[in-house]
Each structure stands twice: as structure tokens, then as C-alpha cells.
């Protein structure tokens, strides 16, 4: 498909961020998404005690990059570790993991915790994660240096995971994407998305997007990166699930929601725009996983890059310009 021939004046809303991690899509591809020639970004050992690193969240900070980032420690404990970068590229990722403060002792007890998201929010960062309590649920943290981290109340009841805030408040309230689940590895699962007037209390559940309509998402689907606001709706990278004779297989794609009713779909992709097919995509320790889970974005160039977790084992970098996404997503919409 040639998107060039499909004008769009589609622009990202938000601050410019000149030094976005980029390069530029190899000579002779056309594909509307490309990946870091350097990939895995992260390997999965940036420390001794590391099993792997994957599906973690990363943010501009301080005229750099922070994140936070899913580390399966050599014991296989699921933990949460802050990390740092100049560039967007080379991290350095502390080797103790988080230790959040100011819980409630019924929530505190760390059991484990994984697939983390960050968002900029008013003034300060919060974190959600996939915690457990009685079951996987919605943890939420905050954070203004990426050293201390305040646990709030879990946002949901169990089960639940992926769970994706909006950057900003819409019609005053707070919205948070997630997929209702059970309690292991869930053969089922739709996107929703609820409301909150003060980031404690949720409710108003919308239902989003359900999963199928093509192959690549028949099985289930959960949001990625936090939305992108654009001048044409919420930009939503989400993955979707297959069940093959081998086990299921995780791609991901696109879809853009209403700006003011985020639960009303405008568009969704019918294809995927990445599925695994590189080594460190199909061998790991769960095959055959490509699960995105941060983006970055330069509204000055429409330049976006996708932070996704490969094979459960190692963090994976992609590129795309925002035109050529929405473009192809219109002429690829279900």
C-alpha cells in the first residue's frame, strides 16, 4: 500500500521531544512500522540477578528518559525495577527493585508484580502494574524522581490486567483502560475502559473493543502504550491474541478512539502491523510474543517509538510516523 498517496494533517498533541530514540525506516521496506536494527534494545541480563527484562514502560524525564521496567529475577520472582537513560537506548536499570511506600498494610505485602505502564499526569507520574492481591488487579503508584514510589488503592477488583491511563483528565474525570480476566492465562479477554474523579475510586465501565474480527486477534486483546492524543481521536496501540497448534502468538496493531467518548472505536486495524518472526521475538521464555507496552512521541516531526516486550525474555524498540499510521489504518480499518 502506498500511504503517501493518502493525505492526512493528523497532529500529535503534547510537548516536542527532539532527542525521541530514532532511525529511520531501512532503504527499500515500506512497511508502516519498522524495527531498531539494534534490537533487543534491552537484553535480558543488564544485571546479574536478571532473568529477563520485557513488556516495561519508559518516559521522557528531565530532558532524558526514566521508565520502569519488568524484571524476572533468577529466582523467577516477577519485580518492578526503575531504570535510566540518555538516549532512549542504553539504560541503566538499578538492580534493586522498587520498594513502594505509603500502602495500606491490607495491600502492601509484595507478592509480585509485572507488565508495568507510566504515564505524565497533572503533576507527578503514576505507575499501574499488574499486582496481586487475592488474584492479578490494577496496582497504581506515583512517583516524581523514579527513586521513591507512594502505592495508592488498587484500582479494580480481581481479576484484571493491562491496565493503560489517558494522559489527561476528559470531561473532568480520569479514564483507565483494562481487560477483565481470571486467574491464569486467560483464553478470553476484551478491552474497557472506566472512570475516576480522583484516581481511587472507579467506575462508569464502558465496554471498548471485543476480541476477533480477524485471526490475529481472535483469541483476546488488551491495551499497549498509553494513548496518543491526536487531533483525530486517542491513538490506542493494543495486542491481540491467537490460539495456534503451538500456543498462542501475541502481534499487535492499531486503533483510534473518540476524544471525548474513549469508549467509542473510530477505527481498528483488520491486520497486524508487527508480529514475531525475528529470533528474539519467536525463541525466549514464551515463544512467540511481540506485547508493546510504551511509546514515545515528537508532535514537532509525528515521529512515534514503541518500546515491546519479545518472547517474555528481552525489550524490543519500533518505529513509525504518525500520517503513515493513521493513514493506514483508515484503508485497513474492520
Given at each position: 500500500?502506498?500511504?503517501?498517496?493518502?493525505?492526512?494533517?493528523?497532529?500529535?498533541?503534547?510537548?516536542?521531544?527532539p532527542n525521541i530514540p530514532w532511525q529511520d525506516r531501512p532503504a527499500g521496506a515500506s512497511s508502516v512500522v519498522w524495527r531498531f536494527s539494534e534490537n533487543p534494545v534491552i537484553p535480558r541480563d543488564p544485571?546479574?540477578?536478571?532473568?529477563?527484562?520485557?513488556?516495561?514502560?519508559?518516559?521522557?524525564?528531565?530532558?532524558?528518559?526514566?521508565?520502569?521496567?519488568?524484571?524476572?529475577?533468577?529466582?523467577?520472582?516477577?519485580?518492578?525495577?526503575?531504570?535510566?537513560?540518555?538516549?532512549?537506548?542504553?539504560?541503566?536499570?538499578?538492580?534493586?527493585?522498587?520498594?513502594?511506600?505509603?500502602?495500606?498494610?491490607?495491600?502492601?505485602?509484595?507478592?509480585?508484580?509485572?507488565?508495568?505502564?507510566?504515564?505524565?499526569?497533572?503533576?507527578?507520574?503514576?505507575?499501574?502494574?499488574?499486582?496481586?492481591?487475592?488474584?492479578?488487579?490494577?496496582?497504581?503508584?506515583?512517583?516524581?524522581?523514579?527513586?521513591?514510589?507512594?502505592?495508592?488503592?488498587?484500582?479494580?477488583?480481581?481479576?484484571?490486567?493491562?491496565?493503560?491511563?489517558?494522559?489527561?483528565?476528559?470531561?473532568?474525570?480520569?479514564?483507565?483502560?483494562?481487560?477483565?480476566?481470571?486467574?491464569?492465562?486467560?483464553?478470553?479477554?476484551?478491552?474497557?475502559?472506566?472512570?475516576?474523579?480522583?484516581?481511587?475510586?472507579?467506575?462508569?465501565?464502558?465496554?471498548?473493543?471485543?476480541?476477533?474480527?480477524?485471526?490475529?486477534?481472535?483469541?483476546?486483546?488488551?491495551?499497549?502504550?498509553?494513548?496518543?492524543?491526536?487531533?483525530?481521536?486517542?491513538?490506542?496501540?493494543?495486542?491481540?491474541?491467537?490460539?495456534?497448534?503451538?500456543?498462542?502468538?501475541?502481534?499487535?496493531?492499531?486503533?483510534?478512539?473518540?476524544?471525548?467518548?474513549?469508549?467509542?472505536?473510530?477505527?481498528?486495524?483488520?491486520?497486524?502491523?508487527?508480529?514475531?518472526?525475528?529470533?528474539?521475538?519467536?525463541?525466549?521464555?514464551?515463544?512467540?510474543?511481540?506485547?508493546?507496552?510504551?511509546?514515545?512521541?515528537?508532535?514537532?516531526?509525528?515521529?512515534?517509538?514503541?518500546?515491546?516486550?519479545?518472547?517474555?525474555?528481552?525489550?524490543?524498540?519500533?518505529?513509525?510516523?504518525?500520517?503513515?499510521?493513521?493513514?493506514?489504518?483508515?484503508?485497513?480499518?474492520?
Amino acid at each position: 500500500m502506498n500511504t503517501a498517496s493518502i493525505p492526512s494533517k493528523v497532529r500529535i498533541i503534547g510537548e516536542p521531544l527532539p532527542n525521541i530514540p530514532w532511525q529511520d525506516r531501512p532503504a527499500g521496506a515500506s512497511s508502516v512500522v519498522w524495527r531498531f536494527s539494534e534490537n533487543p534494545v534491552i537484553p535480558r541480563d543488564p544485571f546479574p540477578t536478571a532473568n529477563s527484562v520485557f513488556n516495561s514502560a519508559v518516559v521522557p524525564f528531565n530532558g532524558k528518559f526514566a521508565g520502569v521496567f519488568r524484571c524476572d529475577d533468577t529466582t523467577r520472582n516477577q519485580e518492578l525495577h526503575a531504570g535510566f537513560s540518555d538516549d532512549g537506548i542504553k539504560w541503566n536499570i538499578n538492580p534493586e527493585h522498587i520498594r513502594f511506600e505509603g500502602a495500606d498494610p491490607e495491600i502492601a505485602p509484595w507478592i509480585l508484580g509485572y507488565d508495568p505502564r507510566v504515564v505524565w499526569l497533572e503533576d507527578r507520574y503514576y505507575v499501574t502494574w499488574c499486582n496481586a492481591y487475592h488474584g492479578p488487579t490494577i496496582g497504581v503508584a506515583w512517583t516524581k524522581d523514579f527513586v521513591t514510589f507512594h502505592q495508592m488503592e488498587n484500582a479494580f477488583l480481581i481479576f484484571n490486567r493491562n491496565g493503560v491511563l489517558f494522559p489527561r483528565k476528559i470531561n473532568d474525570k480520569y479514564y483507565m483502560l483494562s481487560r477483565p480476566s481470571d486467574n491464569g492465562h486467560t483464553p478470553f479477554g476484551d478491552i474497557f475502559v472506566s472512570s475516576s474523579p480522583d484516581m481511587l475510586h472507579w467506575g462508569f465501565h464502558r465496554h471498548v473493543m471485543a476480541r476477533g474480527g480477524t485471526q490475529w486477534q481472535s483469541l483476546k486483546i488488551g491495551a499497549g502504550p498509553i494513548p496518543i492524543e491526536t487531533s483525530e481521536g486517542w491513538l490506542m496501540f493494543y495486542h491481540g491474541v491467537l490460539q495456534s497448534c503451538n500456543g498462542f502468538v501475541y502481534a499487535w496493531s492499531v486503533a483510534l478512539l473518540d476524544l471525548e467518548k474513549p469508549w467509542k472505536v473510530i477505527h481498528r486495524a483488520k491486520p497486524y502491523l508487527l508480529a514475531p518472526r525475528e529470533t528474539y521475538e519467536c525463541v525466549g521464555d514464551v515463544a512467540n510474543v511481540t506485547f508493546p507496552t510504551a511509546a514515545l512521541t515528537d508532535p514537532a516531526t509525528g515521529r512515534i517509538a514503541i518500546y515491546y516486550g519479545c518472547a517474555d525474555t528481552v525489550t524490543g524498540l519500533a518505529f513509525c510516523q504518525v500520517d503513515e499510521v493513521l493513514a493506514w489504518l483508515k484503508a485497513n480499518s474492520l
